[in-house]
């Protein structure tokens, strides 16, 4: 472990008056710092493709060109994971700044060098690094949550959280438009947002904090008095070894397992339609490019007001229990692709309000699968847990988005796409409501242990 990382080391605990306000005023610091600092990197994770064009302008194929941007997903969903267990035993306020800067200056290099914008091999490799350096925003996010944050608190943070990367998913393309505006330069695509992504990640430094024992503050459960049920404080409080967070907490534990696997599912719907939508919204329903253009922002920024109802949903309605929320939004996301699938050509407003629709229900089930697992493990595995998740989102589900989706429509035209896609969501349905009732007996057994 490099020692830049190291979690913060616990001070003297702050006088019982102070805990209160220090608490309070330090919470609201520390989630601007996460939620930028999270939106952040979504400056720089899908900008490269508002650059595609003018590389397929100079000769590169939109194969090639896809296959190349994969290289991030591929990387993100395995350092996710991995770098999730690196940022259980890390001081998020430096590990979350570092990857940033790190996705960031390979994205400075690819705008600024020609060489790496030259071949497809290479920027196949350096958007794989971009995609591993990504790895370093999720887990500490999660790790920072769920130490400042108790229990019956997080559907509500965790949700308004999540909607960072929706307001930071929209940001490039404004970026694009005013680096075009100043420099007149495509490959402003690629360094302006690198640019705004450093300046957040002095922001996220600046703010952001490790543990509330780094502070001179009691454990949230202990100023919040909400504990989980099987709370054991000497053993919560300590950190653990890698072989401890694998062997005892991800692993064995089953629940875990049905949301990755469901995350697979929930994936290739998140993606599917994400990005394939200018295509089949150009191909079969004749839209120009500024109304796919639209109809891809409304898509993103409809997650928003739905992950916010899903999060408050999830505490208020159905009690904590995620399965059962996300059975309800995935049945309803369905309806809303097979409407989108069928709808005959000539009625663009049925298209567009399909599009804004399954974008309100879709960020939902996505934030829940990384509420649900940062909740399945103790908060010195958290990040580990939500990596384990993203790791089968993204090999899983993204990469088949790209991949098998796209052979399939190739293949079996539409239809068979959509089918692919709607078969996902049927079997999420079905991994959510093993998950919800596996939950139910998972509540009852520590009702009964207690
Ligand atoms: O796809 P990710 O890893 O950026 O995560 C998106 C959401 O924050 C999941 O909760």
């Known amino acids: ?146 130490h400042w944050w108790s229990q019956k608190e997080r559907g509500g943070v965790v949700s308004v959280w999540n909607c960072a990367h929706n307001v930071g998913g929209g940001i490039p393309p404004l970026l694009f438009l005013l680096g075009m505006a100043w420099f007149n330069d495509w490959h402003a695509a690629l360094y302006m947002p690198a640019f705004g992504a450093i300046l957040l990640a002095v922001f996220a430094f600046m703010t952001m904090r490790d543990t509330p024992q780094s502070c001179g503050l009691p454990p949230i459960e202990e100023y919040k008095n909400d504990y989980p049920p099987d709370y054991v404080k000497e053993s919560a409080e300590q950190e653990l070894t890698a072989k401890q967070i694998f062997m005892q907490y991800i692993l064995p534990n089953k629940l875990l397992w049905y949301i990755a696997l469901a995350n697979v599912f929930v994936y290739l719907l998140r993606y599917g339609i994400l990005d394939w939508s200018p295509t089949y919204l150009k191909e079969v329903k004749h839209f120009a490019l500024d109304k796919s253009s639209w109809a891809y922002f409304l898509y993103e920024y409809a997650g928003i007001p739905g992950t916010l109802l899903c999060g408050w949903m999830s505490d208020k309605v159905f009690k904590g229990n995620r399965g059962a929320t996300g059975v309800f939004f995935m049945v309803l996301v369905t309806i809303a692709t097979v409407v989108y699938w069928l709808n005959p050509v000539g009625n663009p407003g049925i298209d567009m309000a399909c599009m804004i629709t399954i974008g309100f229900l879709i960020y939902g089930p996505v934030m829940l699968i990384g509420l649900h697992a940062l909740e399945l493990a103790p908060k010195k595995a958290a990040g580990t847990a939500a990596g384990f998740t993203g790791l089968f989102g993204y090999l899983g589900g993204s990469v088949a988005a790209s991949a098998i989706v796209g052979y399939t429509v190739d293949y079996f035209g539409w239809d068979g796409g959509f089918i692919v896609m709607i078969a996902g969501c049927v079997l999420a349905v079905l991994l959510l409501l093993l998950t919800m009732l596996s939950e139910n007996k998972h509540k009852a057994q520590l009702a009964r242990n207690a």
């Open 1 to 146: 472990m490099l020692s830049i990382f190291k979690p913060a080391p616990h001070q003297a605990p702050v006088d019982e008056a102070h805990v209160d306000p220090l608490y309070r005023r330090l919470r609201w610091q520390i989630f601007m710092g996460i939620f930028f600092g999270y939106a952040a990197y979504y400056l720089v994770r899908k900008n490269f493709a508002l650059a595609m064009p003018y590389l397929i302008d100079q000769g590169f194929s939109r194969g090639d060109l896809g296959f190349a941007l994969s290289g991030i997903s591929i990387a993100y969903g395995i350092s996710k994971f991995i770098m999730g267990s690196v940022s259980d035993r890390s001081n998020p306020r430096v590990f979350l700044p570092a990857g940033l800067i790190l996705a960031a200056s390979v994205m400075l290099f690819m705008g600024f060098v020609p060489w790496a914008t030259s071949s497809i091999a290479i920027m196949f490799v350096l958007l794989f690094l971009c995609g591993w350096f990504q790895g370093m925003g999720w887990p500490p996010c999660g790790r920072t949550m769920v």
